[in-house]
């Protein structure tokens, strides 16, 4: 179970141990405040809270799976290869630690898998528009070539 934020809450004067930690994907954030155990008689210790918020390593999609498919199946104007090498390029900036470079990068790498995809898919439908059409006029022109030759 992967936990983004961790809250450790201390208190002054509870039965709880000085580092009690709360799970915020497990149970709901308490309200901060005054404990709800009986104060004993004689000076009130200050309620303390300390918040600490763990941030886990950000993740960038580097689009390298669907860059290679586009580059061994699709490839319309080899914009499948540019896109997995802009691909291999954000995954080389995240190996480094440049988030910002690999997100660029990546974000470069969708929009030409995207283009590649559209190009492709319009190229596939003019093919069977061009197929068809060729098909309608050869059976029209040997239709047209049997009536002249003998009325079949």
Known sequence: MN???????TRAGTSL?????MLKEEHEVEM???PHCS???GPVAPVTSTVINIRSDTSVPDHI??????????NCFCLGFVAFAYSVKSRDRKMVG???GAQSYASTAKCLNICAL???VLVTIGFIALVA???MISLDAISKLRQAQGGH
């Not at 936990?3 to 809450?9: E, P």
């Not at 799976?65 to 699709?74: A, E, G, K, P």
């Open 133 to 135: 059409s060729g098909a």
């Open 65 to 74: 799976v669907w860059s290679l498919f586009n580059t061994i199946c699709i």
């Open 17 to 21: 141990s000085p580092a009690y930690e």
């Open 39 to 41: 104060v004993p008689p």
């Open 118 to 120: 559209l190009f492709s």
């Open 98 to 100: 440049d988030m910002i």
């Open 32 to 34: 901060l405040g005054a």
């Open 3 to 9: 936990h983004t934020s961790q809250h450790f809450f």
